[in-house]
């Protein structure tokens, strides 16, 4: 006996609720959607929640854990059947990770060599700046004034 007052089903009331909930908080809208969808899988009792949950994470646990069928060592897949395929298309994926290494090596030689270009570059315009900075300050303290030896009225002292 299902007592919700509101089915999880395609109803008006129900997809008046969706449209009404994207629209005040889209995350409420979000939620009703999820509880039209996946309602009666979920609702009714807490048994058959704990079962859907249950169920999900059995999924989970065959499928995506270290022995699973969804691995994460790379190309890695179960045998085809053909001996002679099966050590081709081992040969040509040992290959292709070799060469991806060195592609990866090479692109961690490129952006070495493009930080020691940057660096030289940096250090080339601090040194420009400095030789200018001191160039517009060569009279400084020496008692010469920077009106090249004229006084205040201009004529040469």
């Not at 919700?4 to 994207?22: D, E, R, Y």
């Not at 060592?73 to 040509?92: H, L, V």
Request: glycine fraction near 12%; aromatic fraction near 12%.
């Amino acid at each position: 006996m299902n007592t919700a007052i509101i089915k999880p089903q395609w109803g008006p009331l129900t997809i008046a609720l969706m449209v009404l909930g994207f629209v005040v908080w889209p995350p409420l809208g979000f939620i009703v959607l999820g509880y039209i969808v996946w309602g009666e899988y979920l609702g009714g009792s807490a048994e058959k929640a704990s079962g859907f949950v249950n169920r999900g994470r059995q999924f989970a646990r065959d499928n995506c854990g270290p022995r699973g069928a969804w691995r994460h060592n790379g190309f890695r897949t179960s045998s085809s059947g053909n001996a002679a395929f099966d050590d081709y298309r081992e040969e040509q994926l040992r290959r292709l990770e070799e060469e991806r290494k060195r592609l990866d090596e090479e692109i961690g030689a490129f952006h070495e060599h493009m930080a020691n270009l940057r660096k030289a570059r940096d250090r080339e315009e601090f040194d420009r700046f400095m030789r200018d900075r001191n160039g517009s300050r060569q009279g400084y303290g020496s008692g010469q004034s920077y009106d090249n030896g004229q006084n205040n009225n201009g004529n040469n002292v």
